[in-house]
């Protein structure tokens, strides 16, 4: 008895923070969505379908299709940059590592808006990028970058790179050199060794960092904005209008629901994947 | 070890210091971005040994939502029009004891008794101002003087639209010959698609075009007419026109909660700001019009009966205020959408 008493009150906190900031938002924005918009702003209480019933709306699944799009591709994309990456990383001699790690997290200790605002100034019409360009060829006419999906591409790309390294190199320092030796010594060629051995084994790695990539970028909202130039609609600037100038709180409660389910199969099947190579010999 | 103990207790001085500063009465403001400057604010602390303390919000939704979660504390807010008339009838806000604020009579009686507070007894008016076209003279030639501008492909990539559903919408209808407060679907649709054919020649929607017509990215701006006239400051060939087919106008209004903690200090700085001498700073820091005829004579000569901030009668009687459509509002909210989602 004694022993659950301290446990409850080691548990005390997580689930007091569980409550207040997990559950209790989510429930409100679950109610909010069946209720209808105040003439005015807030709600209006009475219970309707219709928030959910206007989602299958080819306008707003037309944008949650590009957010989706997106996300993915931003998610391939640091995959292609960040598994060589992380690779290296844990190959390099253990003594500098630990700097090389560092530099990867330094980015961290600026705001992400800063940040995001440092690439409006690189890729803008007068920006860093054509000047640069302009300065090396001759007849380079500017490139207008700024306020495109692609802008929006690179900002979201550079933003979570960090987050698909980070787990990658976690999974590929535990990587037993030996295994690859014993491959080599039974006749595989480096390159089988690398797809046979050390991509399965880091796959965990892969996974963690394609759910720490993708769940924020299918809802990002900041990005867009501000690279996009307000030209370029994603799920999440809907959702913010919604909150906002639209004044129309549960239809963007209804919003966030479909996104949470979005994400919510996606995280199901990623732990399905886990399982399933955990359960490998 | 010793060190930190030092430290902790240093910080603990600290704080108590801090709070017994807290002991001063304290007034807090809730207002836009850069729009109550230091020297009004430093004023009023001085004169009434009073704290202000000021807080911003980036829309009049952000104030309207704080406001409705139930947000308090707040002494003095500053909505614009429409959203005093939704605050009003909220019952958000306090009703105002024109005894403690004498200097009311100061205020130009072309801006009392508007459509969203017809007696004044929630409001008084802070700033007013306009939207427009701001262009730079060098570059865009012959002057314009109607919203077609904005659709002319010589111009592509080189001018922005407000990122405001309201004003963005309301110029194509203003274009077309439509009311900005129009509740026919049809007219909607019709701006609607409008600004969709005009959208591949946008640069940017962005509501804060002072710092992109500065830098020299937009040659054009649908803007209001402060912004317009803080980028003359730095590049003087900047013009501002309100278009002929007419445009929106607005008065930035102050206003006291119904919650507000010091209801009697928030009068006394209502009354402070309405001082001719003060109500000058207003327009000298933001650019935008003063409501007190008598403040001019503390402005410098530029600031004082200039185009861009005063227009002229017969450009004055095209404006409309945008006004707040109620449950059409969706319809609006619907075309923006699909306007941002092409």
Known sequence: MRRNYHLLILLFPVVFWLVCFFLLPLVSVFIYSFIERGTYGGVRWHFTWENYQRLFDGLYLGILWRSVSTALVCTAVCLLL?????????RYKPKHRNVLLLLVVVPFWTNFLIRTYAWILILRTEGLLNSLLGAVLPNWGPLELLNTPLAVQIGLVYGYLP???????????????????AAQDLGASPRRAFWHITVPLSLPGILAGSMLVFIPTVGAFLTPDLLGGGKVSYIGNVIERQFKTARDWPFGSALSFMLMGIVLVGTVLYFRALQENEGQP | MRHRYILFVLILVALFIGNSDGQKKQLNVFTWAGYVSDDIREGFEKEYGVNVLIDTYA???????????????????????????ILIKQNLLAELNRDNIPNFQNISPLFLGKYFDAENRYSIPYTFGTAGIAYDSSVVTPAPDSWTVLWDTQYKNQ??????????????????????????????????????????????????????????????????????????????????VIPKE????FIDAVCIPKSAPHKALAEQFLNYLLRPEVNAKITAFTKYGTCVPTAKEHLPEHLREHKFIYPPAEVLESLEWLKDPGDFTRHYNRAWEEIKAK
């Open chain 2, 159 to 240: 001018f922005s639209m407000l990122d405001d559903q309201r004003e963005t919408i309301g110029a194509a209808l203003k274009m077309l010959g439509y009311s900005l407060n129009t509740t026919d679907p049809n007219e909607i649709k019709a701006a609607k698609e409008k600004l969709i054919t005009q959208k591949p020649l946008v640069k940017q929607y962005k509501s804060e075009a002072e710092e992109l017509l500065i830098a020299g990215d937009v040659v054009m701006a649908h803007c209001w007419s402060g912004d317009a006239f803080r980028a003359t400051e730095t590049r003087p060939t900047i013009r501002y």
């Open chain 2, 246 to 249: 007419g445009s929106s106008q």
């Open chain 1, 82 to 90: 960040g598994y060589p990456f992380a690779y290296y990383l844990a």
């Open chain 2, 59 to 85: 829309s009049n939704e952000d104030l309207l939502a704080k406001l409705l979660a139930g947000a308090t504390g707040y002494d003095i807010i500053m909505p614009s029009d429409y959203m005093v008339s």
């Open chain 1, 163 to 181: 987050f698909m390294i980070l787990p990658l190199y976690a999974a590929l320092e535990q990587l037993d050199v030996s295994l690859l030796e």
